[in-house]
């Protein structure tokens, strides 16, 4: 079946470096990639996606690229905000008439001033 | 208007009571979901709706009854819940070809 490995968390960083939170996947077919965050006491907020190889998402300062040859989608953000604390989560979805997002475990981030 | 809407934002209830939640969207969209997400956990699927009519249902307890009255809303009702059922309900819609999906900002639920 389709699963998500997200790097474990938490992540710690000081405001201004550069962020990398890893993932890859294992799909039937062609997957869609997603990056989610969750703020504290939120719902999730769609961050970026990436629907074929090599495509890159991007939003916000953060990038993620779809590697079909590694099936990776790492989500990269150069100078990190004390507001980009939060889970960010990983998903797929194979839009075979199968409307399941498939998620990661999610890590949490958290940004010291 | 990109706005799924949850309310209420709390719910506590006690496990003989009989409680809704309910979920609005505007967007268009014909597939809308309920998620139960546990602390420290990604969201779990609970049912899919897709043009109204409930296409998944990941073996949930009876006590989670969820009903679509028409494209733009989605209800959970509960029933003689459990603690364990305690966590943060999300409600999410899109269109039933897309990947992506909006999220409402939840319920969170306490069952005592």
């Known amino acids: 079946g389709d699963s998500v490995t997200q790097m474990e968390g938490p992540v710690t960083l000081s405001e201004e470096a550069f962020l990398t939170i890893n993932c890859t996947y294992t799909?039937?077919?062609?997957?869609?990639l997603f990056w989610y965050v969750q703020y504290p006491g939120e719902g999730l907020q769609l961050l970026l996606k990436a629907t074929k190889a090599d495509d890159k998402g991007s939003n916000k300062g953060f990038e993620a690229t779809y590697r079909k040859e590694t099936t990776s989608f790492h989500l990269e953000k150069g100078s990190v905000q004390v507001s980009d604390s939060a889970v960010y989560f990983c998903?797929?979805?194979?839009?075979?008439?199968?409307?399941?997002?498939?998620f990661g475990t999610g890590t949490r981030l958290t940004i010291i001033p | 208007d990109t706005e799924v809407t949850q309310t209420p934002k709390h719910l506590v209830m006690g496990m003989t009571n009989k409680k809704s939640l309910k979920c609005e969207q505007h967007m268009g969209h014909r597939a809308m979901y309920w998620y139960k997400q546990k602390a420290k956990k990604p969201p779990e699927l609970m049912f899919v709706?897709?043009?109204?009519?409930?296409?998944i249902n990941e073996s949930v307890p009876s006590r989670f009854s969820p009903e679509c009255p028409n494209s733009s809303l989605l209800n959970l009702h509960l029933h003689a819940l459990q603690p364990e059922d305690s966590a943060l309900y999300l409600c999410a819609s899109s269109q039933p070809w897309d990947g992506y999906q909006y999220f409402g900002a939840g319920t969170r639920l306490s069952v005592l």
């Open positions: 709706y897709s043009y109204e009519k409930l296409s």
């Open positions: 799909a039937t077919g062609y997957p869609s």
């Open positions: 998903a797929l979805s194979t839009n075979f008439g199968n409307e399941k997002l498939t």
